[in-house]
């Protein structure tokens, strides 16, 4: 598996809210993750930052599971600690006062692949097509999960952006943790600095030109910015070998 990632500030905001992680650990297992802060002032900085380390740290420490119930816990464990870390934090002081962070990511174990997310970043995969593998824990995803509106309307809907689960905001959180098929050729964690301005049309041709991951990263970021830069965008590509 090759992995790269970038993050951006975009052309409008002055601070970088996103953070990022991609690594492999010695027993060949590899995790990419992807957080976008939520607060006032510095606060999602904050947040990201510390759930980015959280995570991070959990995955240096990952021991070798044998079971996918287990490589499931330990996600779960993982992102709870997370979850404790932004919210202690948050209850220390008034300037990080309801901060938070949305989290997506992968662990690739040995025989499988696992996506996590909370929030409204993403994970995708290129299988015959691009797919979304997640759906955005928002306002609106839950009136469209409800029949209360369709799709279409739900990119209007006032408050439909407004997120029903993120690391951080509550003392206990609850992330969709899924294994996905082994067949994808490629996958993408990326912030909503990218799915929120970019079509999936754009981005699925990026991903099959016959680029180094490098440079398609960095065409992503671009396509963001050219869509107007307004939000800071954060981008890693996980490809098979030979993709």
Request: aromatic residues 8%; glycine residues 8%.
């Amino acid at each position: 598996m090759i992995i790269y990632g970038l993050s951006d500030t975009g052309l409008i905001r002055k601070q970088n809210q996103d953070s990022y992680y991609y690594s492999t650990n010695v027993n060949g297992e590899s995790f990419a993750i992807v957080c976008d802060g939520i607060g006032g002032g510095n606060a999602g900085d904050v947040a990201s930052q510390l759930a980015k380390d959280s995570l991070a740290k959990s995955f240096i420490e990952k021991p070798v599971l044998k079971s996918d119930q287990k490589n499931r816990e330990w996600i779960l464990d993982a992102i709870n600690k997370a979850n404790d870390e932004v919210f202690t934090q948050s209850t220390k002081s008034k300037e990080l006062k309801g901060m938070g962070t949305t989290l997506a990511g992968v662990l690739f174990t040995a025989d499988a692949t696992f996506i996590f997310h909370c929030g409204d970043s993403r994970v995708y995969a290129i299988y015959e097509d691009l797919i979304s593998l997640t759906e955005d824990h928002n306002f609106a995803a839950d009136l469209v999960s409800a029949g209360e509106i369709t799709a279409s309307e739900a990119s209007l809907h006032p408050r439909g952006g407004m997120l029903t689960k993120a690391l951080g905001i509550w003392n206990e959180v609850e992330p969709t943790i899924n294994k996905i098929k082994e067949s994808y050729k490629a996958l993408l964690v990326c912030s909503d600095g990218l799915h929120g301005f970019v079509s999936s049309s754009i981005i699925k041709n990026i991903l099959e030109q016959n680029w180094s991951i490098e440079e398609k990263v960095k065409e992503l970021i671009k396509a963001s910015e050219n869509a107007g830069g307004f939000d800071n965008v954060t981008v890693i590509i996980a490809e098979k070998e030979g993709y």
